[in-house]
């Protein structure tokens, strides 16, 4: 048995914060997503970020950022749009030192947002 969170598997703080700062340089590097980011504060949304994505692995603390629908909707962020980003959250997860059963639950728990981030949400994700 193993009853490590995937935030301690990965190794905690430093590791969450590394991977936020390499996945958001993989997705900027994405013509198609960068488009998004144009006006953002990516210091902000780093910020944000490693906080939702600390407490998505179990790890501890709060996420005081906007509600996920309030933060993506009207964005004219669709499915692909998801998918290029959740492919490259899977590549910055490939550099960690995770099982493959772990890495996929971690994409799995992402894809469960996909309603509140996109705007055409009814479609499939494949
Ligand atoms: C499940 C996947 C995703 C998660 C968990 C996520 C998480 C977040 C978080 C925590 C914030 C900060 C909210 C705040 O400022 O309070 C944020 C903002 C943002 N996200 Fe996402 N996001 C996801 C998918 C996407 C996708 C697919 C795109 C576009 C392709 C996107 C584009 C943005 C943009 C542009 C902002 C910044 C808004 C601003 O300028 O304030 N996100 N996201």
Known sequence: MNDKTLYEKIGGEPAVDQLIDSFYDRVIKDDVLAEFFKETSMQKLKKMQKEFFTIALGGPGNYSGLSL???????????????????????????????????????????????????DSAAPLN
């Open 69 to 119: 629908s309030h933060a993506h909707q009207g964005r004219g962020i669709y499915a692909k749009h998801f998918k290029a980003f959740v492919g490259h959250l899977l590549d910055t997860l490939n550099e960690y030192n995770l099982s493959e059963e772990d890495r996929y639950q971690i994409i799995s728990d992402i894809n469960h947002y996909v309603e509140d981030v996109t705007d």
